[in-house]
């Protein structure tokens, strides 16, 4: 994210990394439900392909590869989903738009 100047809160990184719950104890102590699963999320591939250019700014469309796993392993959520950016040659995202995934595949050992 620093890399690429993408912010946290930016459309992107909300679709990736959604909004996840926490509770705040009696004692003011919060607990996010991320924490309790023990889930950890991992980007797994791109796939993209550029669609025009215009001087020196790329526009891409991709599909991205998103896993997220439990802590003991048993579950887990692969996610898809499109994503259309632009690039410039100084390496500088704009632009970037982020399509809701139609679907996601789940699996439980």
Do not use: Q
Request: aromatic letters at 10%.
């Amino acid at each position: 994210m620093r890399r690429h100047d993408i912010a946290e809160d930016s459309p992107l990184m909300e679709s990736i990394l959604p909004f996840v719950p926490c509770n705040t104890t009696s004692n003011g102590e919060e607990i996010c439900l991320i924490d309790v699963d023990g889930l950890n999320s991992s980007f797994e591939w791109m796939d993209s392909s550029v669609v025009s250019v215009t001087g020196t700014k790329y526009s891409y469309f991709a599909v991205v590869g998103f896993t997220t796993k439990s802590r003991n392993g048993k579950g887990r959520v692969l996610k898809s989903f499109p994503v259309s950016y632009v690039l410039d040659d100084e390496g500088t995202f704009s632009d970037i738009e982020v399509y809701p995934s139609t679907a996601d595949v789940r699996s439980s050992d």
